[in-house]
């Protein structure tokens, strides 16, 4: 995952523009000039981050957002869209398609990194290595966590669990789809291993007042909300 960034646009002199200027910030830049082929490239290993075009031809950038934010693959994905003057911004947040940030046409090279960077540190990246939320802190290559500077003890597969709640506060999961997350899909457990697991992540967290952040959400699963 690194720093790979997936461009998707159909206009090859902005696609070159990119590859060239994030290529020189410390990007690895892939390209894809539909929707359709930007499909194909994430069905192998995801980048860190996507700038999608709105307009496209063939399926467009809206619907493609849609799409990937629907698919467990792919749902917590950065996006950032590019939208020309003229497509009113506004009408396109009420799209709701799961954007993270919209930048507007023409933009500069640099706010485009600057808004990236920005982004990647929210949702928390391998480049940083650390995603912190409320008094959470994660250092995924050490792989520890700390509560409010303290030095927490949590074993591996609530580390896991912790960290795709923390890359998607406020959201609602399913218990199949936490399985499908953190075990991986080719794994057969039982959804009630979920509850074993969250209660030990909660017993964890309890000591240090954190355990509140796990909630239940009656008749679905379970959500991280940190507020
Ligand atoms: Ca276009």
């Given at each position: 995952m690194d720093n790979k960034v997936l461009v998707i646009e159909d206009e090859q002199e902005i696609r070159e523009m990119l590859n060239f200027s994030l290529t020189r910030a410390g990007f690895s830049v892939c390209e894809a000039d539909s929707a359709e082929s930007a499909l194909r490239q994430l069905d192998g290993p995801l980048p860190a981050l996507l700038i999608i075009d709105?307009?496209?031809?063939?399926?467009s950038g809206v619907e493609l957002a849609r799409r990937l934010r629907r698919d467990e693959h792919t749902a917590s994905l950065p996006m950032i869209m590019l939208t020309a003057r003229g497509e009113e911004t506004d009408k396109l947040k009420s799209f709701?398609?799961?954007?993270?940030d919209y930048l507007t046409k023409p933009f500069s090279p640099k706010e485009l990194i600057a808004r990236m960077k920005a982004l990647l540190r929210r949702t928390g990246t391998p480049d940083s290595g650390v995603i912190a939320c409320g008094p959470l802190r994660l250092d995924l290559k050490a792989h520890k966590l700390s509560v409010d500077g303290q030095a927490v003890k949590v074993g591996p597969t609530e580390f896991r669990l912790l960290e795709l709640f923390m890359r998607n506060p406020e959201r609602a999961f399913a218990r199949a789809q936490l399985l499908d997350r953190?075990?991986?899909?080719?794994i057969y457990v039982e959804e009630r291993t979920v509850d074993v697991h969250v209660l030990r992540l909660r017993k964890t967290l309890k000591p240090h007042g954190?355990?509140?952040?796990?909630?239940t959400v009656r008749g679905v699963g379970y959500r991280f909300s940190p507020a």
């Open positions: 709105w307009m496209l031809p063939g399926m709701d398609s799961g954007m993270d953190v075990w991986g899909r080719s954190a355990d509140q952040f796990i909630q």
